[in-house]
């Protein structure tokens, strides 16, 4: 285990649903991201937040919504998704900004996501 | 257009065999360079890093390479194994910046045969 938890760990859901996925990491990390894995593509990156605030947004469309309402806990809620959307969806977290300065990602397992 | 790119999709090899796996990066100036393995399923796992001023890297059975001239990152896994067999993804971040800038490669899915 990484201590970072992912759920669920699959959803389906219609293009008129509303879902939420949710994060934890018990690593005591500061920084936290969400980001899309789908077949035979790179791990985008999708949100990061550091310190609890949102620091990077790479151009996601609205229907993916972040919150994270403390250093351990990171939400991505989701409407009206497309079938496109469908992916893996995997959480990271790591030491920001500290002094080794190594940002390893430590993943959760991910959420498999259909979007029907 | 920046970008990384991992040398194969997939890369068979017999066990005991000497796996090499390469990642090339074009318009950037990594600070470092990280490796990781995933399984299927599964999220990826950190397994090294090695940094622009490094040439080599070891960690028991891997060893990683970076050639800050070729733009180019070697992995290695010696004495192969069919437990070896997953997608191991190469990811840099671009000096002066942190790991919000972090890309990744697509990936080469190995496997070991017996």
């Known amino acids: 285990e990484t201590g970072v938890t992912q759920t669920p760990r699959h959803l389906v859901m219609g293009m008129t649903n509303k879902k939420s996925l949710k994060c934890e990491q018990h690593?005591?990390?500061?920084?936290m991201y969400w980001y899309k894995q789908s077949a035979k593509k790179p791990l985008e990156l999708m949100f990061v937040?550091?310190?609890?605030?949102?620091?990077e947004n790479n151009s996601v469309p609205s229907r993916f919504s972040p919150e994270c309402p403390n250093s351990s806990h990171l939400f991505l809620h989701l409407h009206t998704l497309q079938p496109e959307d469908s992916a893996l969806y995997l959480c990271?977290?790591?030491?920001?900004?500290?002094?080794?300065?190594?940002?390893?990602?430590?993943f959760g397992p991910g959420t498999r996501l259909t979007v029907l | 257009s920046q970008k990384i790119e991992q040398n194969s999709e997939a890369l068979n090899i017999q066990e005991g065999k000497t796996a090499t796996l390469t990642c090339n990066y074009t318009?950037?100036?990594?600070?470092?360079l990280q490796w990781y393995r995933q399984d299927p399923g599964r999220g990826p796992v950190f397994l090294l890093l090695?940094?622009?001023?490094?040439k080599e890297k070891r960690k028991e059975r891997l060893k990683v390479t970076f050639d800050t001239t070729l733009k180019q990152s070697l992995f290695h896994i010696t004495a192969s194994q069919p437990a070896d067999s997953a997608t191991y993804l190469c990811a840099l971040v671009p000096i002066y910046s942190s790991a919000s800038k972090i890309i990744f490669g697509s990936g080469t899915r190995l496997s070991i045969r017996p």
């Open positions: 990271a977290s790591s030491q920001d900004h500290s002094e080794l300065i190594t940002d390893t990602q430590y």
């Open positions: 937040y550091s310190l609890e605030e949102r620091v």
């Open positions: 318009n950037y100036s990594p600070a470092y």
């Open positions: 090695i940094r622009e001023n490094e």
């Open positions: 690593l005591g990390h500061n920084a």
